[in-house]
C-alpha cells in the first residue's frame, strides 16, 4: 500500500509518501507562482525520488492554504485534523502541539485519541510567525538557518519590547548601531517569538507532553526559547517538524485505504 | 509681552514654535535625528533665527513627545496627550475629539471645553494605523509619503488590501505592483486600510463633533475623505496652522500658563 500527503503551505509546499506506513520519500518546497504548480512541482519531486508513477500512488490526502487547488488529491482535510494526526502517529503520547509554519502560528490540543480538542490560530500579525525571523534575519544579514548556532554563542541577554515585526525590526537596528553582538540580539528575538507563542498557547492552556513543529521548529534556538518560555521540555520530534502536516495528511490517507 | 516655545520630539518629526502674545512667529519641522535632544535643538534654533530672536528671549519653553525627557534646554515637560489636547482646542475651539496619527503612534483623544481630557485611546504596539504604515507603503511605491494623498485623487477602482498587518500588506502591495496595477489605485487602498484600522480606534471611543484630525496624516486628503464615510461623520480641517504643529503649540500655551 502507498500514500500520500501533500501539505500546500503559503511558503511552502510539502509531499510525504508513506509505504506500508514507513516514509519511502518526502519533498519541501518553496512556493512558485499558484498553489496547482506548486503542488505538481513537489509531488513531481516526490515520486521522482521514490522512483514512482503518481499512478502507484493508491490515495492522495491534500491539506494546507492551497488545499483546494491540488489536482491530484483524493480529498482534503483541514491543516488543524493533519498536525494533529500526523503528532499523533508519531507521539501519542503528546496533548498540545505548537506549530510555527512561515506566516502563520497555531496552537492545537489533542486528546488520548488524537481528536482536536481546541485550537487557536494566529494569521493575522505577522509578529509570532517564521517571517518575524526571516524579516529580523535580513536585517541583521544573516541567513535564517545560522540563527540556531548564534543563539548558543550569546553572552548577554537582550530584551526586545516591540512585538510588531515593523517596530522590532527598528529596535534591531538601533540594536546593531549601539554595537550589540548578533549572537545577542539573535537570542533576544529567538525569546520574543517564544514568548509570543507561549502566551497563544497559554490562551487554550497547555496541557503536556508538547510537541513543536513547522519550518520554525527546526531553529534550536526557538526550540530551547519556547522550553523555557512554557517551562516544560518538549518531545524531541523524530521526522523534519516541517513535514509534519503532509505526513499527517499521508496518515489520514492510509487509514482511508484500510 | 510674553515670548514662549514648544517642542514636540517625535519619532519622526521634531517640532518648535514660538509664541509671541499668543500669536506664532516662528516655527519649524525638522526629520528626527538619532538623539532627542539633537532633533529638539536643531528644531528649536530652526524656528529661533526664523524670528531672529536668541534663546534668552524665551521667557519659557515647555517640551513634550516621546523624548520630552531628553531635553536639556526646556523649563519643563508636559504629556503629548496633554498637549495635543491643548493645541487642538486652540486651532480650533469647537473640536471635542481628536484623531492624532503621529510617525509610530496613533492617539484618540476626547476633550471638553476647557482642554481638559475626559478619556483617550492609543496604539503604538502595531505599525498598522500609524504613520509607519503609510511611510513602508510609500517607500514600496517609490513615492514621498506627502504624495500619497493626491495620487489617491486619481483612483478610480481602489484596490483592497487582504490584511491589516504591515508585514502581509507590504507583500500585498508588491504583488498588487507585479500585477500592473496602477500606482494611484494602489494608493487609494493603502489609504482606505490606514482609514479603516483608524476608524477601529475611532469609534470605541464613542466620538463628539467636532472631530479633527492632527499629525503629518491629517494632510492626506485620502485617508480624511475614506474616514469621514466610515465614520459618517464630518472631519473638520484646521486651517489655522499646520495640524502637525499641534502637539507643540500646545506645549508652548503650557509654556505660558508656567510662565
Not at chain 2, 509664541?19 to 512667529?25: E, P
Not at chain 2, 509619503?145 to 507583500?171: D, F, H, M, N
Request: net charge neutral; glycine share 8%; proline share 3%.
Amino acid at each position: 500500500m502507498r500514500v500520500a500527503g501533500c501539505d500546500i503551505g503559503s511558503l511552502t509546499a510539502k509531499v510525504v509518501i508513506l509505504k506500508d506506513q514507513e516514509i519511502e520519500s518526502k519533498t519541501v518546497q518553496r512556493c512558485v507562482s499558484t498553489p496547482e504548480k506548486s503542488a505538481e512541482s513537489v509531488m513531481d519531486h516526490a515520486i521522482t525520488q521514490a522512483g514512482i508513477k503518481l499512478a502507484d500512488i493508491d490515495y492522495i490526502v491534500g491539506t494546507g492554504y492551497g488545499q483546494k487547488k491540488i489536482p491530484f488529491a483524493n480529498h482534503t482535510e483541514s491543516e488543524i485534523t493533519c498536525h494533529a494526526q500526523g503528532v499523533f502517529a508519531l507521539l501519542p503520547k503528546v496533548r498540545t502541539i505548537v506549530d510555527i509554519g512561515g506566516q502563520d502560528a497555531k496552537v492545537v490540543r489533542i486528546n488520548d485519541r488524537g481528536v482536536v480538542s481546541r485550537y487557536v490560530y494566529n494569521d493575522k500579525c505577522a509578529s509570532g510567525t517564521g517571517r518575524f525571523l526571516e524579516i529580523m534575519a535580513d536585517a541583521l544579514e544573516i541567513s535564517i538557518e545560522d540563527m540556531g548556532t548564534y543563539h548558543d554563542q550569546a553572552k548577554e541577554k537582550l530584551h526586545i519590547s516591540n512585538q510588531c515585526v515593523i517596530f522590532a525590526e527598528s529596535e534591531v537596528i538601533s540594536l546593531i548601531n549601539e554595537g550589540k553582538e548578533t549572537p545577542d540580539i539573535v537570542c533576544g528575538l529567538h525569546i520574543a517569538l517564544a514568548n509570543r507563542a507561549a502566551s497563544l498557547a497559554k490562551s487554550i492552556g497547555v496541557e503536556p507532553k508538547v510537541a513543536f513543529t513547522g519550518g520554525v521548529a527546526k531553529n534550536s534556538g526557538v526550540f530551547k526559547a519556547l522550553e523555557r518560555s512554557l517551562k516544560t521540555l518538549l518531545e524531541e520530534y523524530p521526522i523534519d517538524p516541517q513535514i509534519s502536516g503532509a505526513y499527517g495528511a499521508a496518515v489520514l490517507a492510509s487509514r482511508h485505504i484500510q | 509681552m510674553s515670548v514662549v516655545a514648544g517642542c514636540d520630539v517625535g519619532s519622526l518629526t521634531s517640532k518648535a514654535v514660538i509664541l509671541k502674545d499668543k500669536k506664532i512667529i516662528a516655527s519649524a519641522i525638522i526629520k528626527s535625528k538619532a538623539k532627542p535632544q539633537q532633533s529638539a535643538e536643531k528644531a528649536f534654533v530652526q524656528a529661533l533665527s526664523d524670528c531672529s530672536l536668541d534663546q534668552a528671549d524665551i521667557q519659557c519653553c515647555v517640551g513634550t513627545g516621546y523624548g520630552r525627557n531628553q531635553i536639556s534646554f526646556v523649563n519643563h515637560v508636559v504629556s503629548e496627550i496633554s498637549c495635543h489636547a491643548k493645541g487642538a482646542l486652540w486651532l480650533m475651539p469647537s473640536v471635542r475629539t481628536i484623531i492624532d496619527i503621529g510617525g509610530q503612534d496613533c492617539k484618540i483623544i476626547k476633550i471638553d471645553k476647557t482642554a481638559t481630557v475626559q478619556n483617550f485611546l492609543t496604539n503604538d504596539k502595531c505599525a498598522s494605523g500609524t504613520g509607519r504604515f503609510l511611510e513602508v507603503m510609500a517607500q514600496i511605491l517609490n513615492i514621498e509619503i506627502s504624495e500619497l494623498g493626491g495620487l489617491t485623487q486619481k483612483s478610480r477602482s481602489p484596490i483592497t488590501l487582504a490584511s491589516t498587518c504591515t508585514v502581509w500588506a507590504q507583500a500585498d502591495v508588491i504583488k498588487h505592483l507585479n500585477d500592473g496595477v496602477p500606482p494611484e489605485d494602489i494608493a487609494a487602498g493603502i489609504n482606505a486600510a490606514m482609514a479603516n484600522r483608524v476608524s477601529i480606534l475611532v469609534r470605541s471611543i464613542k466620538p463628539e463633533k467636532d472631530i479633527c484630525m492632527t499629525g503629518g496624516v491629517a494632510k492626506n486628503q485620502g485617508v480624511l475623505s475614506v474616514m469621514e464615510k466610515i465614520l459618517g461623520q464630518r472631519i473638520k480641517k484646521i486651517r489655522k496652522a499646520d495640524p502637525q504643529m499641534a502637539g507643540a503649540i500646545g506645549a508652548a500655551l503650557f509654556a505660558l500658563e508656567k510662565m
